[in-house]
Every structure is written in C-alpha cells, then in structure tokens.
C-alpha cells in the first residue's frame, strides 16, 4: 500500500486543527495536529513500500456476494460490505492511526479465494475466516463464522462458483462465538444428530464455549460492544477496523455439542478421507483449542494461536488473563512439528502465508514477540516495577516490532504487559500499600478536584494539557471530575475531546473502539446498539450453569438472615424426569446442586425442559408459565421471596461515568 504524504506542516495548515480557542462542545472534533504530527511519523517509520501482504490476501480471488449486503430471513441487515470502503484509499487519513488503515484495508478484502486445489476461504463476511476442504464425500467446513446468515452466503459463493457437494464434517478450532455460532448456516441438527455430518471439536470445547460469558455475561457484552465498536457508525471519526477482522455479524448464533472431541497432539484422523493430524493447544488464545496439519496438502491450519496481528493476552472484552509463556510454547511446538513441511500456513483470522521459509519465520518471530513480552514483564517485576511502569517501559526489538504480523492492531504490547503481569501477580494490586485499600473513582475524583482547588481550576488544567497535546494527562484529570460531578457536562465534553484524539492515534482497532465509544457515552450517554441474538446459544445452557448463576444475583441486604430450600425437577420433552437439582440459601450465600434433593424443602419446583429453555431466553415470563401449568411451584411463599434477594443487572451501567 502506497500513502501520499503532503509535508507535515502543509497537513497541519490544512486542517481545522484543535486551536487553543477551540470551545467546548458535543461535537466530533478533527484530528489535532498532535494527533497529525504523530500519526504522520508512524506513516514515516514503517515501511509501507512493503505490499506482499496486500499480494496474499487477494491471491486465488475467486468472486464475492452479489449485492452489498447479508440479511436474515426477515430483511435485517447482518453484514455490511461496503460500510468500510472509506480506507480505500492511497492518501492518509488524520483521523486514522496509517497502520490501523493499512490493516483495514487488508481486512476489507472480501470474497471467496482459492488457496489450492481442494481448499478454499471464505473472508471478509465476518470477525472471522471460514475454511473449506474438499472431502471424499463432500465439504469439511472449518469455522462457520458468528451468524448463521453469513455461513449460509459464504457456503452459496463456493456452491455456485466451485462445487455443489454436501458437507460431511464441521470442525470447530475453538470454543469463540464467531468460530461456531454459524454452524446452522452450513448444516442442520437432522444430519448431525443421523450422523451423516460429524463435527469435530478440542478436548472439553462445548462447556467452554457455553461457560465462558455465563457469570460475567453482563459486564462482558457491555465491554464487548466497546471493544468492537458496535456503538459507533464506521466512518474516518468513527469505526475502522477490527484488528482481528472487521467487526462483528449482527444475525443469529447457534450451537451444537461436537459428534468427535480430540485429546491430545499427535492424534491423527481421517476426517472424510482426508488426513489430519492434531496439536492441542488449550490455554492459549482460548480455554478449548487446537490447531491440525493436512499432510497430503501440506497445509497447516494455525487457528487463532497465529494471526496476523499481535493478539491478546488479556482480551479487552474481559477474560481471564491467558498465560503468554505457554502460548509461545505451543507455537515453537507447531515451528517443531509443521514448519518444514508446510507450503501454507492458513487460520482462523487473516490471509494465509505462502512459502515454507516464510512459515518458518512468521511462527519464530510470532513464538518470540510473545516470549519477549512474557520474559521482560518478569524480569522488570523481579526489580520491583508496577504493571503500569512495565508496560510504559517494555518495546519490541526492531527485529520483531517491524513485522507486520506482530503489529498491535487487536492485542498490544502495553496491555499484553499489564496482563501478563496480572497471570503471575494479580493485577488489582501492584505491592505498594498506598494502593493496598484504595479509595472508590468517586470518593477518589471528589477529593482530587477538592485538592486542585475545584472543578473550573481542573478543567483549566486539563484545557492547558490538551492544548499542549497531553491527552492522557487530560484524560486522567477530567475523569476524576466526571466521576466526582458526573453532571459537569463541560468536564464531560472536554474529556470526550481528549480521548478522541487517543483513538485517532490508536494503532489497535480495539483500542480505537474504546476510546471513541468512551467519548460518545461522555458527550451523550448510552446508546444501545445492534449485536447478535444469542438465545440459540443460551438455550443449549446447561440447567446446571445456569441455576449456579443465580449465586451472583443475591442481593445480601434483601436476604434477612433467610436459609431457604429449593428442589427443583426437569421432565424431557416426553414429560419424563431427566434432572434432579437443589438450591440452598443461606448466609447470604447461594449453593447448586445436581442430582441432588432435600427431604424437607421449602420450595419444590417441576418444569419441563422445553419451559426452562423458553424462561431462560425471554420467550416465556415465569408468570406466564406459571399460569399455564407449565412452571409449577409447591411453597409459594417461600419462592416468592428467593425470587426477592434476585438482583437485575442493567446492560447500560456508566463505564466513562459513575
């Protein structure tokens, strides 16, 4: 990719920069000539002259969808192709980090692509990549991306312009949402379950794909909508890329139990005829992964442990912090076993790479950005750093920071630090007593503003720091403002100006999305936003996880000492038990049990399964299933006031605010 750099000064001269007369105001502002200035020396110190990833991901273009959309079967919008075509161009753009853009453009490239004889990918029609080999019957679809709609195109494109054949096998690599949810796009629950399809999965893949969000689902779906700009339009002052991909589908998710679970590395498989040898590699990108290697094809899928981009070691969304030595262990692993006979090496994310040499070279250079940010957070820990102080102090060598592949367009260095430093230590403390007890954002802002003299002499401050393009400086002062006086709507506006200038600086999609959205919200509030219909998902929750759940809800100050019983009786679909389970409160504590039932409850509950699969994704009201016999309860009272202590969690709590 090639960018036309006007002189700086010229760019600066042409653009409606902040000034330091600029008012304070709700409006999107342009980009600062800080905010020029920086993203002009990144566009000088890369080497954009580079295009071979720009030759691979548009190799073996086949065709792509007809029209400029995906919609579901009710007309709604899934998938916008065009929304993004605004980075298509040879010029920078000031409100855009010129890395991100290059990435962005990589990732608009969308279609169906020929990667050899027998394989082909679908790309650019969600997060993810979906992968087809021909079989000895009919497709194996390694995959099927989030939505079940944008399967389904992906799957017409290679109908229509490669083979109509039917698919034998889907192969989930892991146990992420936008790698299985499109599974009835390419597939139905009759073939499945007749065994005429099988689907192949990693050791304990569908509790991990179920469990992952089910505690902390609200605080992660309001994080995720951040991290992947789901409530922002995509536009120069807006959303640009993903890092990872573009951005999320919004049509329907789905789930299905794997037909065959592989074990351990080395297991080697005829899936369809086709040869298939397996490395695990759960704990590294996530909890249930594997990655495999087609012999008679000498390719290599590296599934979401190699990308190209450095991925998380804690994801932003929120997860547990995922353990970055073994990561590198498992990719030297894959350098050991598949390297020298690899042609290809394809994934789950991105374009592939040709040429066993430079296989060779993205897996040594991937394998050591992940150590070297392991070993050097250790090492700094070992002389007393904080997780801030190490992630201000740790830069790649040039040898790994100038691959493309280990630029921070999804997961990045500083954060990667941090959670690194959180795997070994914990990251809600960094040793210092002073922070051992800390005060509260809104106790800690009141007295902060108190200490500087007021809230006008803070946003004097803080106007004095913009104007001088200290953005987090900015930032850190006004949040304590906001979260002191969350009504100071200049405060708001003025730290809304700040971080939108981090996020036209932000080299990382995610980050970009975080720092716009935390704008939005500062200078309007909370805008709900499209995102997947998950209720295929929660209704193939386990009775047990979703009961163990409840544990969070309790409310301690509606409990009143209560120590209540609660047995509960799941019939199948032909009305037969097919599940005892009990809960017991007390403490201000709540306990699941499976396969278990008290003598003397207070509470006995009988439902089928179909009802709690309809409670649970808000087709049916408890009420309305009580009255219709569905939900029956002996010890009303009881129920009553358990279902009292039972808190709700709200999908629009402040995250910029209090």
Do not use: C
Not at 621 to 644: C, D, P, R, W, Y
């Amino acid at each position: 990719m090639k960018f036309t750099l006007l002189p700086l000064s010229l760019a600066i001269m042409s653009q409606f920069a902040m000034a330091d007369t600029t008012p304070i105001t709700p409006d999107v502002k342009p980009a600062s000539r800080f905010t020029i200035q920086k993203n002009h020396t990144v566009a000088n110190t890369l080497d954009f002259a580079n295009t071979d990833d720009f030759t691979d991901a548009t190799r073996g273009f086949i065709a792509t969808w007809p029209d400029k959309t995906i919609k579901d079967a009710n007309g709604n919008v899934v998938w916008d192709f065009a929304k993004f075509d605004f980075v298509n161009t040879d010029k920078t753009i000031d409100t855009i980090n010129p890395s991100l853009q290059r990435m962005a453009k990589l990732n608009n490239q969308h279609g169906l692509f020929k990667v050899k004889d027998g394989i082909y990918q679908v790309r650019g029609f969600d997060l993810s990549v979906m992968t087809f080999v021909r079989g000895e019957h009919g497709w194996i679809v390694i995959d099927p991306l989030l939505s079940e709609d944008t399967a389904r195109a992906g799957l017409d494109l290679l109908f229509k312009h490669v083979e109509k054949a039917p698919v034998s096998t889907v192969v989930f690599t892991h146990s992420h949402i936008d790698h299985f949810g499109g599974i009835w796009g390419v597939t139905n629950k009759a073939d499945i379950e007749s065994g005429k399809v099988a689907v192949i999965a990693p050791k304990d893949f569908f509790e991990h794909s179920i469990s992952e969000n089910v505690l902390a689902g609200n605080t992660m779906s309001r994080r995720a909508g951040y991290m992947y700009g789901n409530m922002i339009e995509a536009g120069p002052n807006g959303k640009v890329d993903g890092g990872l991909g573009k951005t999320t589908s919004t049509g329907k998710p789905g789930i299905v139990e794997q037909t065959m679970e592989v074990l351990k590395t080395g297991e080697i498989h005829d899936i369809d005829g086709v040869e298939v040898e397996f490395q695990m590699a759960n704990g590294s990108e996530a909890p249930s992964e594997f990655i495999f290697y087609f012999p008679e094809h000498r390719v290599l899928m590296a599934s979401e442990v190699m990308t190209h981009t450095i991925h998380n070691i804690s994801t932003l969304r929120g997860a547990r912090s995922r353990d970055a030595n073994a990561w590198a262990s498992y990719v030297d692993e894959s350098l050991d076993l598949f390297a020298a006979k690899s042609d290809i090496m394809i994934g789950s994310h991105h374009w592939p790479t040709w040429g066993s040499d430079k296989i060779t070279e993205q897996l040594e250079k991937t394998r050591d950005m992940y150590k070297f940010v392991h070993d050097q957070t250790l090492r700094l820990a070992n002389q007393g750093y904080t997780p801030n102080e190490i992630s201000a102090s740790i830069q790649l060598p040039d040898s790994l920071d100038k691959a493309w592949y280990n630029r921070g367009y999804y997961g990045t260095v500083s954060h990667n630090a941090r959670a690194t430093y959180d795997f070994y230590f914990g990251a809600w403390w960094d040793g210092n007593p002073a922070n051992l007890n800390p005060l509260t954002p809104a106790q800690e802002g009141e007295k902060y503003v108190a200490a500087i003299g007021g809230e006008e002499k803070v946003i004097a401050i803080a106007q004095k720091a913009i104007q001088d393009g200290d953005y987090r400086w900015a930032v850190t002062l006004l949040n304590n403002v906001t979260f002191s006086n969350p009504d100071n709507m200049a405060a708001r506006y003025l730290e809304a100006d700040a971080m939108e200038q981090l996020g036209y600086q932000a080299e990382s999609g995610p980050w970009r999305n975080y720092y716009l959205i935390g704008a939005k919200e500062l200078r309007h509030g909370y805008t709900p936003a499209p995102s997947p219909d998950t209720t295929a998902i929660a209704s193939n929750m386990p009775v047990y996880s979703v009961l163990e759940s409840l544990a969070v809800r309790i409310k301690p100050e509606a409990v009143d000492n209560m120590h209540t019983l609660i047995n509960i009786q799941v019939a199948n679909d032909d009305n037969v038990a097919s599940g005892e389970y009990a809960l017991e409160l007390s403490n201000s504590v709540l306990k699941t049990y499976k396969d278990k039932q008290f003598k003397q409850p207070d509470a006995t509950i009988a439902l089928s399964k179909q009802t709690f699969v309809d409670l649970i994704t808000g087709s049916l009201s408890i009420e309305q299933a009580m009255k219709s016999g569905a939900f029956t309860v002996e010890g009303l009272t009881a129920f009553n006031a358990f279902m009292g202590t039972l808190d709700r969690f709200d999908p629009a709590f402040g995250i910029v605010t209090p």
